[in-house]
């Protein structure tokens, strides 16, 4: 008896082999000796702490993708990657299955959001200098990722196989085509046929569901790994704190209530703050704020489910996913500059940023005026790619004639 009121603890004990830690020894073994928390450093700068800095934007993204395998693994238990069978599997999640749409729900609102998070993201770091040595390699790594989060989400969306589906993929398979000499092929290898078809459906659902998701973990995994051989996150250039420049009692962290550790004399040593439990804490908040705001959207609003593919019945017009609705709007003026042209210029130019911008100046700190032209073109580039998104999804009409939302 006395064994079995035992077995909770030697359980918890077997799993954790140290009590709360209380000194800074006790905190620095705790993230070492956690499989999971010594992925992270046992102190980070403070400046990582603060929220206003990375907005928690790249943990948001994290925690998105998270989410999208777990619901993403559910939901595989229904679907079956069949012309045939995907639709009725479909309407199968809406009407018979427990808590069916709000799974598929959940899965295709986080999709967005991660589309659009990375890109938040990949702004944050810009506006910051963050892309700057030693970082150079970490952006080029996200740029990586900033593509595949776009193909991931592309790949899925043929899935339910309807009309929205088929013509949204057919469209946005069609700019790929657009490319010269190889265009037609590329297209090819996508669908695995001349048109969007069963072999479409075949290819874009493995590519969906293992293909892309094992790249992007790996990428993630380098991609952190890369923050920790960087010396953790970007920051300005200042010199260490001593007793005087920090006042008795410093508060700093998430809104104020994490605080650093403190030397005998009440003041703190140096920039740095334990990661157990300041970042913990900091991380826990993102991932349950992003939890919460997936969980909201995903009850009020449902996941589009048109009707069945009718192939004879193009809509009128038909449209790309949005974020691939500015590229279409480019398409309409110019099919290969909009759909191949332009793109891969943007691409390149986004990978060479690092290599091209090499001035140290105004790094770590949010649009730095010794950064402003650098801040200014950025700017420029993705009001004009975000405005050509406006212009595809509310101002198109039939024929992709101007039209007026209101
Ligand atoms: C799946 C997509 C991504 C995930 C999960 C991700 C995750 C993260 C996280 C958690 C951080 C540290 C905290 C933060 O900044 O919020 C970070 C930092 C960073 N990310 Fe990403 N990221 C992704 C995509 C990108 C993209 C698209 C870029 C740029 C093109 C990028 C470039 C960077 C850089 C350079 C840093 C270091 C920033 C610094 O030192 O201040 N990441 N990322």
Redesign the pocket.
């Known amino acids: 008896m006395e064994r079995l009121i035992q077995l909770p603890r030697l359980v918890w004990d077997s799993i954790f082999r140290h009590p709360l830690p209380e000194t800074d020894l006790g905190r620095a073994t705790t993230s070492f000796n956690n499989f999971f928390l010594h992925l992270h450093p046992v102190k980070v700068h403070r400046n990582?702490l603060r929220p206003a800095y990375?907005?928690?934007?790249?943990?948001i993204?994290?925690f998105l993708?998270i989410m999208l395998v777990v619901s993403g693994v559910l939901l595989m238990f229904y679907y079956v990657p069949s012309t045939a069978q995907a639709y009725d599997r479909m309407l199968d999640l809406r009407g018979t299955v427990a808590f069916g749409t709000f799974l598929r729900n959940m899965h295709r609102w986080a999709a967005h959001g991660?589309v659009a998070l990375?890109?938040f993201?990949?702004c944050?770091?810009f506006f910051?200098g963050?892309?700057k040595a030693p970082?150079e390699f970490?952006?080029v790594?996200?740029?990586g990722?900033?593509l595949?989060?776009l193909l991931a989400s592309f790949t899925g969306y043929l899935l339910p196989w309807d009309q929205l589906a088929f013509w949204a993929i057919t469209v946005g398979t069609s700019i790929a085509g657009y490319a010269p000499v190889v265009g037609q092929d590329v297209r090819f290898l996508l669908l695995g046929d001349h048109a969007v078809g069963q072999e479409a459906l075949l290819r874009f659902y493995v590519l969906h569901v293992v293909v892309l998701p094992v790249v992007?973990t790996l990428?993630?995994t380098i991609?952190?790994w890369r923050?920790r051989k960087?010396g953790?996150?970007?920051r300005p250039e200042e010199p260490e704190p001593t007793a005087t420049t920090l006042p008795v009692g410093t508060r700093y962290g998430l809104m104020g209530f994490v605080r650093g550790p403190l030397t005998k004399s009440g003041n703190v040593p140096d920039n740095a703050v334990f990661s157990w439990p300041n970042l913990l804490i900091a991380e826990l908040f993102v991932f349950v704020l992003t939890v919460a705001g997936v969980l909201a959207v995903s009850l009020l609003f449902n996941a589009p489910l048109e009707e069945p593919v009718n192939v004879m019945h193009p809509p009128n017009p038909a449209k790309a996913p949005w974020y691939f609705l500015g590229l279409q709007e480019m398409v309409s003026y110019s099919a290969f500059w909009g759909g191949v042209g332009i793109p891969t210029l943007e691409v390149l130019l986004?990978l060479l940023i690092p290599y091209l911008d090499r001035r140290t100046e105004g790094v770590?700190r949010w649009f730095a005026k010794e950064r402003l032209l650098a801040n200014s073109l950025f700017l420029l580039f993705s009001v004009i790619n975000i405005i050509l998104i406006a212009i595809g999804t509310f101002f198109r009409g039939p024929n992709w004639t101007f039209v007026t939302p209101w």
């Open positions: 990582t990375t907005l928690g934007l790249g943990l993204s994290l993708f991660m990375v890109f993201h990949m944050r770091v910051t963050a892309y970082r970490n952006w790594i996200g740029v990722l900033f595949l989060t992007i990428l993630v991609h952190f923050i960087d953790g996150l970007s986004l770590g």
